[in-house]
């Protein structure tokens, strides 16, 4: 790692700002972020199943496990029927719903949905509903060939834990009992390089950051309505300017793994090709970046499943203790990856070691999720994604990472949550930017709490680059106050112009430090007038488009 040699004192500036001003005297007070054109405020409306313009589709025509010999509350083990439900529905050309009736139903295997337009459905979270019992650990289970690469790469790289010596686990940050891919894919490419040859569709020429549109060269067959990725890499090395549109000028530590794979692309954006005009290509959301010749970015094929939706289940585990922090048994429930314009909804997850983790996927509603039980690594893990919407959640159980932008995120919502145990939002080293915390409420038990708390190795630093945006942050101090007059909140000290907009308590005065270059506005002032950035903005877009 290289510290780039800009401004030395910036890195260590901490901007601070505390207020006392009641709740009185700022109803109704105006945010300067929304109404200033010079402020960059990224888009965050386009995230979401249909870039939340169309609903949740339900469909009909289902094959019910219990007919191919799944039957619950026999306390049999249900796999192998349930296995056989997924397989004969999807031979159906149409969307097609493979159905749990209420009851217990035990899973001791891995079940994979590798098609489009596929729904698995339950009767409903609650006890009454389906439950969905997984006893045994991904660790007890044969290894996914799908999983072979990454085992490769944590043997090659020895990654280890420092306490134990022990290997870390392959289910740490992947996998689930619920698995959806595209079939024989890895999302994530540890080991390999990417085939510009054989899959590029163009080369981009220009676009600016916020607009929708690009041009192109050197076009191959490209078709509207299509979804694709528009790839970006750093093939300059340390110095890149990709690098400084980033992170900023400052003088921030930035990680070997920003220039060491010059072949692999340092960020992907999922796109939906709108219409095409010669050389221009218009796309639905805007573009997170500039685009410049110098950053070699290129127009590829997305590879994605489409329409596939997890329902109305309850997913319990045993209550065990928890393995630990990167030596997690597998005790995972959803895992999603190389998915767009799905969902997940109505979903209770007890006891697990992460609840719902994602990977190179794109407008993806998640909603009406519960998290509870012991403690685990991710409740909610949007990894390598973009404009995902995960709303209306509550994480009742002490995990390291409660919600998680996690490597390679952008564009993601997190609205309308709620975080009620050792409360962490985190920020994954590894160029996650332009995210969105959104009307957030969270509850703190002890006054030795760290918020902002991050994960991800010192090659992928800083902690997250810019623009990300916390709006509406709710905290409850649920501890003896009597001696306290000021609690402070600490961010992360390295990364670069996050937006801090309505961080508050109604227990007393908050301080908070975060930097460098964080923007403040309407700190100690609930509440504000905009409660959601999300919903401010797309009610916004459609009444603009109407």
Request: charge should be negative.
């Amino acid at each position: 790692m290289i510290r780039h040699n800009l401004t030395p004192f910036l890195f260590s500036i901490i901007v601070l700002m505390q207020c006392e001003i009641s709740a009185s005297e700022n109803e109704g007070i105006s945010l300067k972020i929304i109404g200033d054109s010079t402020i960059y405020l990224p888009d965050y409306s386009f995230a979401g199943y249909h870039h939340g313009e169309v609903s949740i589709p339900n469909y009909t025509r289902s094959y019910n496990v219990s007919d191919y010999g799944a039957i619950p509350n026999d306390e049999k083990d249900d796999t192998q029927g349930i296995i056989t439900a997924i397989a004969e529905a999807s031979k159906e050309k149409g969307a097609t719903v493979v159905k749990f009736s209420p009851g217990k139903f035990i899973l001791k295997k891995i079940i994979f949905i590798e098609r489009s337009n596929f729904v698995l459905q339950g009767s409903g979270s609650d006890s009454n509903g389906t439950i969905i019992y997984c006893p045994t650990p991904l660790r007890d289970l044969p290894l996914p060939k799908e999983m072979e690469e990454l085992n490769q790469y944590l043997l090659a790289n020895n990654k280890r834990d420092k306490k134990t010596g022990k290997i870390f686990s392959p289910f740490s940050w992947t996998g689930g009992l619920i698995w959806v891919q595209k079939k024989e894919s890895r999302p994530h490419r540890y080991l390999a390089t990417f085939d510009k040859t054989e899959l590029q569709l163009a080369s981009v020429d220009n676009g600016k950051r916020g607009s929708n549109y690009f041009t192109v060269k050197n076009v191959k067959s490209i078709n509207e309505n299509l979804l694709a990725k528009l790839l970006w890499f750093n093939r300059s090395g340390s110095q890149s300017t990709l690098l400084r549109h980033l992170y900023g000028n400052g003088d921030i530590l930035i990680g070997s793994h920003h220039w060491n794979f010059p072949d692999r692309p340092l960020i992907e954006q999922i796109v939906t090709i709108k219409e095409i005009q010669n050389d221009q290509i218009f796309i639905k959301e805007p573009l997170l970046h500039d685009v410049k010749s110098e950053w070699s970015t290129i127009l590829a094929p997305a590879d994605l499943l489409t329409e596939v939706g997890i329902e109305k289940l309850r997913i319990e585990f045993p209550q065990t203790d928890y393995g630990g922090h990167h030596l997690e048994e597998g005790f995972n429930a959803i895992y999603i990856s190389s998915l767009a314009n799905s969902w997940i909804r109505d979903v209770k997850v007890i006891n697990a070691d992460n609840a719902i983790l994602s990977d190179d996927c794109a407008f993806i509603t998640i909603q009406n999720i519960e998290v509870s039980g012991r403690a685990g690594h991710y409740g909610l893990h949007l990894g390598k994604s973009n404009h995902i919407l995960a709303k209306n959640i509550v994480i009742d159980s002490p995990m390291v990472h409660s919600i998680s932008a996690n490597t390679k995120a952008k564009a993601n919502v997190f609205h309308d949550i709620d975080i009620l145990q050792n409360p962490t939002i985190d920020q994954h080293c590894g160029t996650n930017h332009q995210n969105l915390f959104d009307n957030i409420r969270v509850t703190i038990d002890s006054p030795d709490f760290h918020l902002f708390k991050h994960g991800g190795a010192g090659y992928w630093k800083p902690t997250h680059g810019k623009y990300n945006t916390f709006w509406n942050i709710a905290i409850n101090f649920d501890f003896d106050k009597s001696e306290i007059d000021t609690v402070v909140v600490k961010g992360v000290n390295d990364g670069p112009s996050a937006y801090l907009v309505g961080l508050y308590s109604n227990d007393f005065p908050i301080r908070l430090e975060y930097g460098p270059n964080a923007y403040f506005e309407s700190i100690n002032q609930p509440p504000i007038s905009v409660k959601s950035l999300y919903e401010y903005q797309f009610n916004q877009r459609l009444s603009i488009n109407k």
